[in-house]
């Protein structure tokens, strides 16, 4: 009976041994498993004219579950959320968000993470506050502290950008100083959310070469590339005066230009040790879609050689690279996209 015992005493010790020996082996040391720090953004689509319309669905697109489906397939790792929060949010006081379309963004944002993808939530086409910077900058603010606060508890692969597209009155000086004081409100609850700054003068590398960007090292910087206007823009009727169709683009020169723009905002990049993301770049769909495909590519191409992440305007309705009648890519943007 002694003898039993101790055998069972030594196999039992045998076991815990080997199960601690390869519960080594394997590393699975305590409750919190480790997490690499998230890779920045690498390919990435504008879900685009959904909700930055006045209302989903105004411009011709609802974003659908099958798009993100779609686009996890294809190959992008991220999605940027254009949102107009600032027509869906009180005019005085606390400026409260509207409850229905927190819940929208939400759903679209539970489901891309569900599908492993980041997701870039902004405010877009705040116009009044590029108009009169002085009364809407409070409310920008406002507007982000209940967006932190609601997204507090959101993993990483949630990434905050402050404003799209700052211009007109919202001078270089101006946006820095907002972004600062943005940025400062949200560290307050998150201090390793991701960040993305855009610069003034439309996110043009002109505004982005001005900026001066805090010293924070889970900032992202972005810029937003259409260049040549006449050539990007031709036949785009929301735009006065309408660049009109049938400007070529193209040869070695049309291609040198990019190539010089992005040493410049590389360099920027380099200078204040910060990821720099092409935000928006793309086509609007009047062009030929050879040569859309052709700029498109050579701009996601000049992209990647450089090291910025980059996101397409956009997937549907213009700019497209989905054809949402025929249910399928439009193949040669696609193909300049993710191809190699
Ligand atoms: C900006 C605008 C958007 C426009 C795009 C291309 O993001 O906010 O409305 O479609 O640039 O011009």
Redesign the pocket.
Known sequence: MGKLRNRLGRATLALVCALVSSAASTSVPDATPYEPPMPPVQRCMNL??AL?APYEGDWGYTIRNEDIDRLKEAGFDTIRL?VRWSAHAGRWGRYKLNKGLLARTDAIIDYAMSRDMNVILNV??YSELNNWPWRHERRLEGIWKQLAAHYEDYPDRLIFEIV??PNGKMTVQRTDALNKRVVARIRKTQPDRWIVLATAE?GSIAGLLQSQPPSDPRIILSW?Y?EPFVFT?QG?E??RPTPPIGTNWGDTADVDRIAKDFRLAAAFRDKHNLPLLLG?F?V?DAAPVEQRAKWIGSVRHLAEANGFGWCH??LSS??RSYDADKEAWIEPVRAALLDD
């Open positions: 685009s004219s930055e254009p877009h086409h799209n597209e439309w937003h259409y823009h785009a929301f735009f928006e793309g609007f305007w956009g213009n700019f």
